[in-house]
């Protein structure tokens, strides 16, 4: 039918079928597809979603402070962070929720924020744990958060990033090196679960010839 | 965890050692840190921390388009057993 009509327009012809040229009709040839692709592009359009990032360790000890450092990584659109701390036992304890400007930053000192919230941890043997990052959003990595921890007076200090919570059921390991630079050195080694599983592990230490 | 006390009483010599937390299934949900500290010196340190995959396949091993492994061996580590070594969180 189509090869019919195109034969009649270039011999000249005039008896082409209205149809064909009635203007309502090229609109539904060139706007319904159109139409068709915003749909689809809309419908497939990825919708924000809860997410979580994970710093392995935050501490309000004696002598010891944390920071919790927050930067929105979106061009546009604000995004709304809740900081948990975690105890060791995996008692949570939500601080105020946060909203952070595009590309903005935002930051928390514990201290503060457990004075309102839970006071009684505050320079107490065993206040640390580990933090969670809450947020909604396209992807956790939106959000770029820190737990700096330092010492009181001291220029000892160090960050610690975290990373989009994992799922995954895969056995691994962590790996590291031990160092006594001289006995004066104190040397923490701390390892944190950000699942909502109890997942047990080995712990292994070697000498230099891996004994 | 004072890693020190660990070291005396595994009764292991030297001054420096390697560290495994190995964990049969949800390892990537683990994280660990290690640090140091000296007050009275004023000294601090990180000590870094590594996933290690051993199910990982070969072209996932790379560190910014080079083989982990070539990173390790420029660092000095030797490490015949199979499997990935990745900088912390580097497959997240």
């Given amino acids: ?37 915003v749909v689809l592009a809309h419908a497939a359009q990825p919708t924000p979603k809860p997410q979580e990032s994970f710093a392995p360790y935050w501490t309000a000890e004696a002598g010891w402070d944390t920071e919790l450092q927050m930067r929105n990584n979106l061009a546009a659109g604000a995004l709304t962070v809740t900081p948990v701390l975690r105890l060791s036992d995996g008692k949570e ?12 930053a935002a930051s928390i000192l514990v201290s503060e924020a457990l004075v309102k919230r839970a006071p009684g941890l505050l320079n107490q043997p ?86 | 965890m004072i890693v020190n006390d660990l070291v005396r009483k595994a009764g292991l010599s030297g001054n420096y050692g390697g560290i495994t937390f190995a964990s049969a299934s949800f390892a990537p949900a683990l994280d660990g840190i290690h640090f140091l500290y000296d007050e009275t010196a004023g000294f601090s340190a990180l000590m870094n921390m590594f996933d290690r995959n051993p199910a990982a396949k070969l072209e996932e091993r790379t560190w910014a388009g080079q083989a982990v492994d070539d990173v390790g061996a420029h660092a000095g580590l030797a490490d015949t057993r199979s499997g990935c070594w990745l900088s912390r969180r580097h497959s997240a």
């Fill in chain 1, 1 to 37: 039918m189509i090869r019919a009509t195109h034969q009649q327009k270039y011999s000249g012809s005039h008896t082409e079928p209205a149809l064909e040229r009635s203007p309502s009709m090229l609109n539904c040839r060139y706007v319904l597809p159109f139409l068709l692709t």
């Fill in chain 1, 126 to 211: 065993g206040s640390f744990g580990s933090v969670a990052f809450r947020h909604t959003a396209l992807h956790a990595r939106n959000l770029a958060a820190v737990a700096a921890v330092h010492m009181h007076g001291q220029p000892i200090g160090y960050h610690f990033d975290a990373y989009p919570v994992s799922r995954d059921q895969t056995g691994g390991s962590l790996e590291g090196i031990w160092w006594q630079r001289n006995p004066g050195v104190k040397d923490i080694l701390v390892i944190s679960n950000s699942s909502d599983k109890t997942i047990s592990g080995d712990l292994h230490l070697s000498d230099a010839s891996g004994n």
């Fill in chain 1, 93 to 104: 304890i939500p601080l105020d929720p946060i909203t952070i400007s595009s590309r903005g």
